[in-house]
Structures are given as structure tokens and as C-alpha cells.
């Protein structure tokens, strides 16, 4: 039942939690799978971008022409949620399938990688995202600019600080999905029930758009909202771009060190360790 059983009067956990992994590793700069993932995380944000970005300028144009045609602000969060249920299945066992600079963050902040794949994979999905949201511009130009080009922005009425706690928030919620649901322990307890990973992240991304696409469009991911600000080019989006990170990655930080340090209790087994090696 994924939980730390007593035998022979040892403690014996019945799941198996991964080492943590270095800060560098010059050995995965030489193998093609490090190499294969950083090309499937640019190869799912150029997916990512290009199905929601182009879903969000469809519903504007045919809800221009009659308010009730077009998928609605239901349908953009379930294009979003969708495609990252969809992208994480594809990539998961190739890259982790992170397609999110701040949830690759969040798992550099708990070791679950090193810090140069780390690196190589927040370019890539930069990069991925403005090759997405370019090809949006170049399908769609005639409605592109006129419609804003998918940026995400700060509503009219809301402050700075509201837009940013949205962010951070609708971050916490996504990043502490992910390790909710990949979580060795978690895997183990619920083994009997065939939840797949994917779901509930890409169900937590769409939850996050129904609460915040009013306030900013919903950030919770960097790369999205710097390809299309990159494309777009706007003075507003440009203005507003900060938010989008530092939001997003606070929010990474917060679902990072409350899973790993309140609910797995990495603090506590750090201090029991500490406390061992001082009574030796």
C-alpha cells in the first residue's frame, strides 16, 4: 500500500524512491538519449503552441462574426489541458515530459535532474515555442495581429499583484500535480488503480485556465508566453512578460519544497539523519 512497513524490527519501505540526481553530469552530455530528449521537449512546446495559440485565434474570429459560435474560454482550457495530456503521454518516457520551463524548474529544485539537462531543456522549449506560435502567424496571418496573437497579457481592472498571484498559484497547483502523480510512493499505494500520469496533470492545466484565463490569459508556463510574445511583439505583452516568469517560477519553488520537504517529509529525514551522524 506504498507505505514503510516493519519487518523483523526494521523498517522496510515497499516503493523505491530514485537517488538524487547530480548537480552536473558531464557522462549524459555523451549519450544520444540525452540529446533525443532535449529534441522531444522542442519538438511537444512547437505541438503545444501551435494547437492552443491557433485555437485561441479561431474562437476570437468566429466569436467576432456571432458570440455563439467558437469553442469558447471552455474550449481553449480544455485545448490546453488536452494537448498536455496528450504531449506528456507522448514524451514522458523520453524526456519526462516536462514542455514547461517551470516545471523543469520545479524538479531541478528537487533533483529529480541536473542542471544542464535542466538548462538544455528550458532552451528547447523556448525555442519550440516560438517555432510553434511562428507557424500559428504564418497560417493564420491574416487574423494573427488583429487578434492579439495568443499573448498573454494583464487584464484591463486587475493589478500587478493579482496577475502575478495567478500565476504563482495556477503554477503551484500544476507543478504539484506532477509530483503528486509521479510520485514512487503514490505509484505503489495506488498500483491497483490504472491512473495514468498524464491525466491529472493535463486535467490541472485545464482547471488553471477556467480560473485565470480572465486575469492573464493563463500564463503558468514561461515558454508559452514568451513565444508569443516574441512573435507578437507588443509593447503590452512585452510589459507584462516579467509576470510570466517570475510567477511561474515562485510557484515552481513553493509545490517543490511542500512536496518534498512537508509531504515526504525531506526535511524531517534530513534532521533524523543530521541528528545520527552527530550521536556517532
Not at 515497499?14 to 553530469?25: K, T
Not at 506532477?178 to 505503489?188: E, G, L, N, Q
Request: charged share 10%; proline share 4%; aromatic share 12%.
Amino acid at each position: 500500500m506504498g507505505k514503510d512497513m516493519d519487518v523483523g524490527g526494521a523498517m522496510v519501505k515497499d516503493y523505491q524512491d530514485p537517488p538524487p540526481s547530480p548537480l552536473i553530469d558531464a557522462e549524459e552530455l555523451g549519450k544520444w538519449s540525452f540529446y533525443r530528449a532535449v529534441i522531444a521537449e522542442f519538438i511537444a512546446t512547437l505541438l503545444f503552441l501551435y494547437v492552443t495559440v491557433l485555437t485561441v485565434i479561431g474562437h476570437k474570429v468566429q466569436n467576432e462574426a456571432d458570440q455563439c459560435n467558437g469553442v469558447g474560454l471552455l474550449g481553449i482550457a480544455w485545448a490546453f489541458g488536452g494537448m498536455i495530456f496528450v504531449l506528456v503521454y507522448c514524451t514522458a518516457g523520453i524526456s519526462g515530459g516536462h514542455i514547461n520551463p517551470a516545471v523543469t524548474f520545479g524538479l531541478l529544485l528537487a533533483r529529480k535532474l541536473t542542471l544542464v539537462r535542466a538548462i538544455l531543456y528550458m532552451v528547447a522549449q523556448c525555442l519550440g515555442a516560438i517555432c510553434g506560435v511562428g507557424l500559428v502567424k504564418a497560417f493564420q496571418s491574416a487574423y494573427y495581429n488583429k487578434y492579439g496573437g495568443g499573448a498573454n497579457t494583464l487584464a484591463d481592472g486587475y493589478s500587478t499583484g493579482t496577475g502575478l498571484g495567478a500565476e504563482i498559484i495556477g503554477t503551484f497547483v500544476l507543478v504539484y500535480t506532477v509530483f503528486s502523480a509521479t510520485d514512487p510512493k503514490r505509484s505503489a499505494r495506488d498500483s491497483h488503480v490504472p491512473v495514468l500520469a498524464p491525466l491529472p496533470i493535463g486535467f490541472a492545466v485545464f482547471m488553471v485556465h477556467l480560473a485565470t484565463i480572465p486575469v492573464t490569459g493563463t500564463g503558468i508556463n514561461p515558454a508559452r508566453s514568451f513565444g508569443a510574445a516574441v512573435i507578437y511583439n507588443s509593447s503590452k505583452a512585452w510589459d507584462d512578460q516579467w509576470i510570466f516568469w517570475v510567477g511561474p517560477f515562485i510557484g515552481a519553488a513553493i509545490a517543490a519544497i511542500y512536496h518534498q520537504y512537508i509531504l515526504r517529509a525531506g526535511f524531517v529525514k534530513a534532521l533524523g539523519s543530521f541528528r545520527s551522524s552527530s550521536n556517532v
